[in-house]
C-alpha cells in the first residue's frame, strides 16, 4: 500500500494544497495503521468496523492516545479510505460507520480543515436544483461564523459584495458586520443568479420576498428547514459530521484561534456580549497544545 499513500500524498498536495507539515502528520497516521494490519496479517480490502475499533484501542491502551489525537486519527484514515474507494481500491470506506470517541469533555465540536474541505469539494459535484443554495449555505456558514437564526433571517440589502460582508442583526438587536470569503462570495453570486429565481417562482403567496434563502417551495427558510438541508448534505454525500450550524460556527471561531486572531476580534465577529463566552474556544487549541508538547518532548513529562 506504500504506492497508494505516495498517490494520496500527491493528491493532498497538488489538488488540496496541503502543507508538507499537514502531509507528513496524515502520512504518519495512516503509516501507523498500516502497519498494524500488517502486523496483523489484515488486507486493506477486509478491514471492517470490528477491525477498526480493535485498532483504536490498541491506540488508547498501548500507544496511549488521547481521544482528541484518535479523533484526528480517525479524520486522516477517513479521508484516505475515502480516496482509496474513489479510485476502486477498496470496496467501501468502513471508517465512515465508526464514530470518533467523546472526550468525556462539554466543549463544542468542530470540524477540522480537511473535514470542511472535503465536504465543500462533494457538494459542488451536485447537479440537483438545490445544490447551489446548499453550497452557498455552506460557504457561508464556515467562512463567517453567523448563527443559525442570523442566515435564515438574511437579505438581500444586508449583503455587500464589494466589501464581502454581511450586515447582521444579532442578538440583542445588536448589529455587526460579518465578512465572509471569496469563495463564499462566489457562491452566493451564483445562487442568486441562477437558483433563487427559479425557487421564487415556486412561491404561492405573490408577494416578493427579500429573503436570501428560500425553501424548496419558495418560501423564506427557517432554523428548523437549514438543520433539514445539513442533514441531507450528510446523507447525500454519506458523510457522517453531525452537521449542525453551531458546529460550523465553532468550527469557524477555533480555525480564527489557531490562525492567532485576538480573543476580541473574535468576540466581535461572533456577535458574543461577553468575552467569557468567546473564551470557551481557548480549551479546543491549549488541548491541541498540550498533545503536540506531550509528543515532541516525552522526556519532560511529569512522572
Same mark, same amino acid.
Given at each position: 500500500m506504500a504506492d497508494w499513500l505516495n498517490r494520496y500524498s500527491d493528491?493532498?498536495?497538488? +489538488? =488540496?494544497?496541503? /502543507?508538507?507539515? $499537514?502531509i507528513a502528520a496524515y502520512r504518519a497516521d495512516?503509516? /501507523?495503521?498500516?502497519?498494524?494490519?500488517?502486523?496483523?496479517?489484515?488486507?486493506?480490502? +477486509?478491514v471492517n468496523e470490528p477491525f477498526i475499533r480493535d485498532y483504536l484501542y490498541h491506540c488508547l491502551t498501548d500507544k496511549k492516545l488521547s481521544k482528541r489525537s484518535l479523533q484526528r486519527h480517525l479524520s486522516a484514515l477517513r479521508g484516505y479510505f475515502d480516496y482509496l474507494f474513489k479510485k476502486g481500491a477498496v470496496f467501501a470506506n468502513p471508517f465512515r460507520q465508526v464514530s470518533s470517541p467523546k472526550d468525556g469533555k462539554h466543549y463544542p465540536e468542530r470540524l477540522f480543515k480537511e473535514d470542511v474541505e472535503r465536504l465543500l469539494e462533494e457538494n459542488k459535484k451536485r447537479e440537483d436544483e438545490l445544490a447551489l443554495r446548499d453550497q452557498a449555505i455552506l460557504e457561508l456558514l464556515f467562512s463567517s461564523g453567523i448563527r443559525a437564526s442570523e442566515l435564515v433571517g438574511l437579505t438581500l440589502i444586508q449583503i455587500d459584495f464589494s466589501t464581502s460582508s454581511m450586515l447582521i442583526h444579532g442578538k440583542g438587536n445588536k448589529d455587526r458586520y460579518a465578512p465572509f470569503s471569496s469563495s463564499a462570495g462566489e457562491a452566493l453570486r451564483r445562487y442568486l443568479r441562477s437558483s433563487r429565481p427559479l425557487l421564487l417562482q415556486k412561491r404561492k403567496n405573490p408577494?416578493? /420576498?427579500?429573503?436570501?434563502?428560500?425553501?424548496?417551495?419558495g418560501e423564506p427558510l427557517s432554523v428548523r428547514g437549514l438543520e433539514y438541508i445539513l442533514? $441531507?448534505?450528510? /446523507? =447525500?454525500?454519506?458523510?457522517?459530521?453531525h452537521l449542525h450550524p453551531h458546529i460550523l460556527r465553532h468550527s469557524f471561531a477555533t480555525a480564527l484561534l489557531e490562525g492567532g486572531a485576538d480573543l476580541r476580534y473574535i468576540q466581535e465577529l461572533l456577535g458574543h456580549e461577553s468575552i467569557?463566552?468567546?473564551?470557551?474556544?481557548?480549551?479546543?487549541? +491549549?488541548?491541541?497544545?498540550?498533545?503536540?508538547?506531550?509528543?515532541?518532548?516525552?522526556?519532560l513529562k511529569k512522572k
Open positions: 493528491f493532498l498536495a497538488y +489538488q =488540496r494544497g496541503y /502543507s508538507e507539515k $499537514s495512516i503509516a /501507523s495503521f498500516l502497519a498494524y494490519c500488517q502486523k496483523e496479517g489484515k488486507a486493506i480490502r +477486509q408577494r416578493p /420576498s427579500d429573503r436570501v434563502f428560500l425553501s424548496s417551495k442533514d $441531507s448534505i450528510e /446523507s =447525500r454525500l454519506g458523510e457522517s459530521l467569557n463566552t468567546t473564551q470557551v474556544y481557548t480549551h479546543l487549541t +491549549q488541548q491541541e497544545l498540550s498533545e503536540q508538547y506531550d509528543k515532541y518532548f516525552p522526556s
